[in-house]
C-alpha cells in the first residue's frame, strides 16, 4: 500500500495524536504505544462516552490491556445514555483529561474516529455559547430537583448562595452561570501542538475487517443490548442518534426490518462511513493539519517514528 510522505512534526508537541478509519485498529496501536511511552489516553469517540453502549460503539476495553498492564484511558463511560453529550462537554472533558495527564509526567494520546471531536482539539475550534446552550434549558428541565443540585455541586461544589439550591429554576440558571463560566476558560486554552499518526490499511481489509466485526458483534449480543437500552426507556429516535448500529437494530426490533435486511443495510452503511472519516481527515490536512500516514499492522514502524520526534522534542511535555 502505498502511503502519503511524512509531513513537518511540531517542536515541543505536547500531544500525539491517532486517527483513522474504523476498524483500521486504532485502540490496540494506541495502547500499545501509550504503554512503551508512558502515555494514558484520551477517547476522540462520540459515543463511547455513554455507559451501557458497549458492543454497538466497540469499546473492546481488553484492547487497553497490554502486557498484563492497564492502560489508563479517558472519556470512556462518563454519560448516561439519557444525557446530552456535545462537543462543548467534549472539548472542557479533554482539557481536564489532558491536565491530568500532563501533571503526572504522561504524554497524552488523543485516540478516534470522530472527525468533528478530533478537529475541535487539533484545530482549536472557537465553539459560540448559541451553539452549546439552545438545547441545554429543555435538557436540564427534564431532571429533578435532586439531579440538578449534583449537576451544580459537580461543577462547583462550594456554594456561596444556598438560595440557588432551593428551587428548580434557580438551580438551572446557576447551572447555566457555571457552565458559562467554564466555556470562557476552555476557550482560552493555548492551542495543543500535537503529532498526528494517521492509521491507514488496504480498502478490502478494511472491508474484511468492517464485515467480521459486525458479525462477530451480532454474536456477542447487540441486539439484546440495543434492547435493553429501549428497556431502559431510550426512544427509537434516541437510539438513531446513536449511530448507524442502534439506528438499523432499533428498526429491526420494531419490524421495519427483517434481520437480513437490517444486517445488509448496516454493514453497507458502516462502510460508507468509513469513506466519510476519510473524506473529513482529507478536509483536515487541505486546513493545514499535518498528518503522518503509516500501515496500520507496522506498529514497530509507528513506535519508531515517535520515538525519534520525542528525542528531538526538548520539552515535549511542555
Not at 95 to 107: C, D, L, N, P, V
Amino acid at each position: 500500500m502505498e502511503l502519503p510522505h511524512l509531513k513537518d512534526e511540531p517542536t515541543n508537541f505536547n500531544l500525539v495524536a491517532l486517527l483513522g478509519a474504523t476498524a483500521t485498529g486504532k485502540t490496540k496501536l494506541a495502547a500499545f504505544l501509550a504503554k512503551e511511552l508512558n502515555g494514558e489516553i484520551i477517547s476522540a469517540d462520540s459515543r463511547q462516552v455513554y455507559k451501557y453502549m458497549d458492543i454497538g460503539t466497540g469499546k473492546d476495553l481488553s484492547d487497553y490491556i497490554v502486557d498484563i498492564i492497564n492502560v489508563p484511558y479517558h472519556l470512556i463511560n462518563i454519560a448516561e445514555p439519557t444525557e446530552e453529550y456535545n462537543l462543548y462537554r467534549f472539548k472542557s472533558d479533554f482539557y481536564q483529561s489532558f491536565e491530568k495527564i500532563k501533571t503526572a509526567g504522561k504524554m497524552p494520546f488523543l485516540v478516534g474516529g470522530t472527525g468533528m471531536y478530533l478537529s475541535a482539539i487539533l484545530q482549536n475550534y472557537k465553539l459560540r455559547k448559541a451553539d452549546l446552550s439552545q438545547n441545554r434549558i429543555e435538557e436540564l428541565e427534564n431532571c429533578s430537583e435532586e439531579k440538578l443540585r449534583e449537576i451544580l455541586l459537580n461543577i462547583k461544589p462550594k456554594q456561596h448562595n444556598i438560595t440557588d439550591l432551593i428551587t428548580k429554576e434557580r438551580i438551572i440558571k446557576a447551572i447555566l452561570i457555571e457552565e458559562a463560566n467554564q466555556f470562557e476558560n476552555i476557550q482560552s486554552q493555548n492551542p495543543i501542538s500535537s503529532l498526528n499518526i494517521g492509521i491507514k490499511l488496504e480498502r478490502n481489509e478494511i472491508k474484511r475487517r468492517i464485515t467480521n466485526r459486525l458479525k462477530k458483534r451480532l454474536d456477542e449480543g447487540m441486539i439484546d443490548e440495543v434492547k435493553n437500552l429501549s428497556d431502559m426507556g431510550i426512544t427509537h429516535n434516541k437510539l438513531s442518534f446513536f449511530g448507524l448500529e442502534y439506528k438499523f437494530i432499533s428498526q429491526h426490533l420494531r419490524g421495519e426490518l427483517n434481520y437480513n435486511d437490517m444486517y445488509q443495510k448496516l454493514n453497507s452503511a458502516i462502510h460508507s462511513f468509513a469513506k466519510r472519516q476519510m473524506t473529513w481527515f482529507r478536509k483536515m490536512e487541505r486546513e493545514g493539519v499535518n498528518i503522518n500516514w503509516f500501515d496500520g499492522k507496522d506498529y514497530n514502524a509507528v513506535l519508531s517514528f515517535i520515538k525519534e520526534r520525542m528525542e528531538k522534542n526538548a520539552k515535549p511535555f511542555d
